[in-house]
C-alpha cells in the first residue's frame, strides 16, 4: 500500500519503445566537423548509452541472491527460484561503471547488476545496496534517459544536439549563430547546458505543462523545471559537481566566468592527461603559487581529490569543491530546508517548492518535509484547482500521513482530469485501499491493469487487495 510510496515508486513513466539506432550518431555534425565528431566519439557520452552484447561474464551474490551474467543474459537465483532477463541496453560509459536495462515492450526496467570497471567485477547497482530482495522491477523514468542517452525515443548515446540544439536550422544556414555555442550564452543558460545532467539536486520539479524532456540548450533550465539543493554538508554524490563547483573559492572569486567549460572540452583535440588539467589551474593561478607549490605539482590530486559518493554504488568520483585543505570522508546532518538552484517564475515559485518538499519528505522519510509541502499545496489548488501535479503531491502526502479518506479526494480529482491514465487510476486503487474501501480499490487497481499491464506496483496492491478481500 503506501510501501509504493516510500519505496520512490511514485507513478510509472512508460517510456515510447527504443528504437535500435547507432550509438555513434554525430551526422548530419561529422561532414563539415570531422574532427568535433571525431573527439567526442572517445568522450564518454559518445558511450553513455548502447545496446547490449558481449558483455563479461561473471556472477557474485548478495541480499540472499546469486547472479549470474553470460553475454546479454542476467540470471537470478534466490530461495529455490529462478528466473532469466535479457539485457537490451547498457548504460554508463564504462569509465566508473555499466548498468543494464531490460525492455518489455515499450518499458524499461533497470537491472539490480552493474559491472564496475575499477573492480572488474558484477555487484549491486547504486540503490539496491538496501533492498532486501533486488529484482528487475524498478521502472526507469524520463529523467535517468535522458542523462544517459539521447531521449526516450532516441536509441542512441548522448549527442552533438544535447549542448548545441537542433541542427535544423544551421544545416539550412550553416553560419554563426544558427546553432547554440554554449560558451556563448549567458551564465545561466551556459551553464544549464551541462547542469541538465550533472545536477540532480534533492529535488527536480516540472513546471506546469512541461516535462523535464522539454529542455533545448539555449534555455535556463528554469524555463522547463527548478532544481532545489539542500544547504551544504559533508554529504558527497555522484550528480552534484555544479553544486560542489559553485561552492568553490575558485568559481565564487571568478565573477561567473569558471564554468564546466574552462577545464572540460567535450571534444578536445588530444585526450586530456592530468598535466592539462593542473595546467589549467595555472593559467590563473601560475606565478601567485608559494614555493612550496613547485610548477610540476599536482594540483588535482590534493585540491580535487577522489572520494567516494553516496549514490555512486563501489565507485569513486573527483570533488569539485577545489578545497584547500581536503576534509575525511564523512557524512554530515542534512538540512530540510530546501532552496532554488535559480528562482523560478513567481508564479510557479510556491507550488514547485511545495512539490518538492513532498519529493524530498518521501525520499528522506521525514513527516516535517511532508506536512510543509502540503500546506504549500494546499493554497496553490485553491487558486489552481486543475493543478494535476499539486493534486498528486497533496493526496501522496495525505496517504503517507495516514489519512487516506483526505487523500482520496485529491486523487479522485486528478483521475477526474486524467481519465484513462493509468497511475491516475492506480492512485486512487491505493488510496481506497487504505480507505478500507477494498471493492473500489480492487475495480480501479483493474483499471490501471487494463490500461498498462507492466504497471507492476498496481500488480502488488491487487494481491494485496485480494488478500485483504
Known amino acids: 500500500m503506501v510501501k509504493r510510496f516510500l519505496a520512490g515508486q511514485w507513478g510509472f513513466a512508460v517510456v515510447g519503445a527504443v528504437a535500435v539506432a547507432p550509438c555513434l550518431a554525430a551526422d548530419p555534425c561529422q561532414s563539415c566537423h570531422p574532427k568535433q565528431a571525431a573527439a567526442w566519439a572517445q568522450s564518454g557520452m559518445a558511450a553513455s548509452f548502447r545496446p547490449a552484447g558481449n558483455e ?19 540470471r537470478m537465483d534466490r530461495a529455490g527460484e529462478s528466473s532469466e532477463h535479457v539485457v537490451s541496453w547498457v548504460i554508463g560509459s564504462g569509465k566508473h561503471a555499466s548498468g543494464y536495462l531490460v525492455q518489455n515492450g515499450d518499458h524499461l526496467f533497470q537491472s539490480p547488476v552493474c559491472y ?7 555487484d549491486l547497482a547504486p540503490g539496491y545496496e538496501r533492498i532486501a530482495g533486488p529484482d528487475f522491477s524498478r521502472s526507469v523514468g524520463e529523467q535517468c534517459l535522458l542523462c544517459h542517452s539521447a531521449g526516450a525515443r532516441g536509441g542512441k548515446a548522448i549527442s552533438c544536439e544535447r549542448c548545441h540544439g537542433s541542427p535544423e536550422e544551421h544545416l539550412r544556414k550553416p ?3 544558427s546553432i547554440v555555442n554554449p560558451a556563448k550564452l549567458s551564465a545561466a543558460a551556459r551553464d544549464s547546458v551541462c547542469e541538465q545532467c550533472h545536477l540532480a539536486g534533492a529535488a527536480r520539479v516540472a513546471n506546469p505543462g512541461k516535462s523535464f524532456g522539454d529542455f533545448r540548450p539555449g534555455q535556463t533550465l528554469e524555463d522547463v523545471f527548478t532544481v532545489y539543493t539542500r544547504p551544504p554538508s559533508g554529504d558527497f554524490r555522484v550528480i552534484s559537481h555544479a553544486e560542489q563547483l559553485r561552492l568553490s573559492a575558485c568559481a565564487r ?27 589549467r589551474c595555472g593559467e590563473c593561478h601560475g606565478g601567485q603559487l608559494p614555493k612550496a607549490h613547485p610548477a610540476e605539482t599536482n594540483c588535482v590530486g590534493c585540491h580535487m581529490p577522489r572520494r567516494e559518493a553516496r549514490d555512486g554504488g563501489h565507485t569513486v568520483f573527483t570533488d569539485h569543491r577545489i578545497r584547500r585543505r581536503a576534509v575525511p570522508d564523512g557524512r554530515e546532518s542534512q538540512s530540510d530546508e530546501l532552496i532554488a538552484w535559480r528562482a523560478p517564475d513567481p508564479a510557479f515559485e510556491r507550488r514547485n ?7 524530498a519528505g518521501v525520499a528522506a522519510r521525514s513527516p516535517a518535509q511532508l506536512v510543509r509541502g502540503y500546506r504549500m499545496l494546499a493554497e496553490v489548488v485553491e487558486s489552481s484547482p486543475d493543478d494535476i501535479a499539486a493534486l498528486r503531491g497533496i493526496g501522496r502526502a495525505l496517504l503517507l500521513g495516514k489519512q487516506p479518506a483526505d487523500g482520496l479526494r485529491a486523487f479522485r480529482r486528478a483521475l477526474a482530469l486524467t481519465p484513462g491514465d493509468a497511475v491516475s487510476e492506480e492512485d486512487v486503487g491505493v488510496a481506497c485501499l487504505e480507505a478500507g474501501l477494498i471493492d473500489e480499490a480492487i475495480q480501479h ?19 494485496q487487495a485480494g488478500r485483504l478481500k
Open 56 to 74: 563479461p561474464d561473471g556472477e557474485f551474490t548478495a541480499a540472499g541472491t546469486r547472479f549470474i551474467v553470460h553475454g546479454s543474459t542476467q
Open 253 to 279: 572569486s571568478s565573477g561567473g566566468k569558471l564554468w564546466c567549460g574552462t577545464c572540460h572540452d567535450p571534444h578536445p583535440a588530444a585526450p586530456v592527461t592530468l598535466a592539462g588539467y593542473n595546467a
Open 175 to 177: 553560419a554563426p549563430g
Open 116 to 122: 564496475y570497471s575499477n573492480r572488474h567485477r558484477y
Open 353 to 359: 517548492l511545495g512539490l518538492a518538499y513532498i519529493d
Open 445 to 463: 487497481l483493474e483499471k490501471a491493469l487494463a490500461i498498462d499491464p507492466l504497471l507492476l506496483t498496481a500488480r502488488t496492491e491487487l494481491r
